[in-house]
């Protein structure tokens, strides 16, 4: 994009860059919780994913409604932490998102960023990266619980209500973030609306537990938080000193405008590659492959295991799931 000055900008052609936007934030801040987010989707995708098939080819009458997912498979990675390799990840990735808001922002090397200044005032400069921090907050919260909950420390179900805390703790927070140019109180609007989203899926995927579709519409959600999270930092601030580049434009109303059609792309990208991601595992994925270990039947099943089903995968009796 560099070197096309945006016909109608306010001077922001000059090295490719365009005029930025007045507003807090950081192009790390927002590259970060992005690929956090991405990579819940991609595991969350992956092990809704081996479930719907198995559900679909053999009768099992499992649950897809869940806050986390065991690991499963006899290698390192299925066996690791006890088969609780999300919960732990979910409490380790927000701490060091919390680390990166906090702690470490070159190239000040300013080693703590306190949410009050010396004489007792917030900081206009740190209030946006403790609004972050208390997003990470809420999901290391709910790692600790779905750690807890899974080593029987905790009675069921409390992963699953601070799995949804977090993410209605998380869209309220960037409710009260929109602020700065038209195009950057647009793209954050737009942010907690996949969250608000969100929200509303898994309350009806965890109320109803049985509709498969709802469970299967959580991946994308969750893939498309991250990509979102990363268009913003492109276009609210830039991966460079210089801020946004060409053509994000805030003080040009064609921005404002480019906005809804750049975000149309990532829905339909997203869900259209998960959609052709299942029918294709539909098609291909063998049917060994597909079955529910016995570790699992405790957290996923949904009815009591019949005494003629097999001790380990296979098929279950009791027919299929709703769609």
């Known amino acids: 994009h560099e070197g096309h000055a945006m016909e109608g900008s306010g001077g922001g052609g000059g090295g490719g860059a365009a005029e930025a936007s007045p507003h807090g934030g950081s192009f790390r801040g927002h590259i970060a919780p992005g690929a956090m987010f991405v990579i819940w989707g991609a595991a969350h995708a992956l092990a809704q994913g081996r479930l719907f098939l198995a559900a679909r080819r053999h009768g099992t009458r499992v649950s897809l409604a ?22 732990v990840l979910l409490t380790a990735f927000p701490l060091v998102g919390t680390v990166i808001e906090l702690y470490y922002k070159p190239p000040d090397q300013i080693c703590w960023h306190a949410l009050f200044d010396r004489g007792g005032a917030f900081d206009p400069t740190t209030v946006n990266m403790h609004m972050h921090a ?47 140019s038209p ?35 959580r991946p994308p959600l969750l893939l498309l938080l991250g990509t979102w999270f990363v268009q913003i930092a492109y276009i609210s601030f830039g991966p460079g000193e210089e801020g946004p580049l060409l053509p994000w434009d805030h003080t040009s109303h064609i921005t404002h405008m480019a906005v809804p059609i750049i975000f149309s792309r990532h829905v339909l990208s997203v869900f259209a590659l998960w959609i052709g991601v299942l029918a294709a595992a539909s098609a291909v994925v063998p049917p060994h492959l597909c079955v529910v270990e016995e570790v699992e039947w405790a957290h996923y099943a949904q009815l009591p295991r019949s005494p003629a089903s097999p001790s380990r995968g296979g098929e279950h009796g009791g027919g299929h799931a709703k769609w």
């Open 183 to 217: 195009t950057n109180w647009l793209v954050h609007a737009i942010l907690v609306g996949i969250f608000a989203l969100y929200v509303l899926t898994v309350t009806a995927d965890f109320a109803l537990q049985k509709y498969h579709v709802l469970s299967l519409a």
């Open 134 to 180: 208390q997003m990470y907050g809420g999901f290391l919260l709910g790692g600790a619980v779905s750690l807890a909950t899974g080593k029987g420390w905790l009675p069921p179900g409390f992963d699953a209500l601070c799995h949804l805390l977090a993410f209605a703790n998380t869209a309220l927070l960037f409710a009260m973030h929109l602020s700065g």
């Open 66 to 87: 869940q806050p986390w997912y065991w690991t499963w498979g006899n290698n390192p990675v299925g066996k690791s932490f006890g088969r609780m390799l999300e919960p």
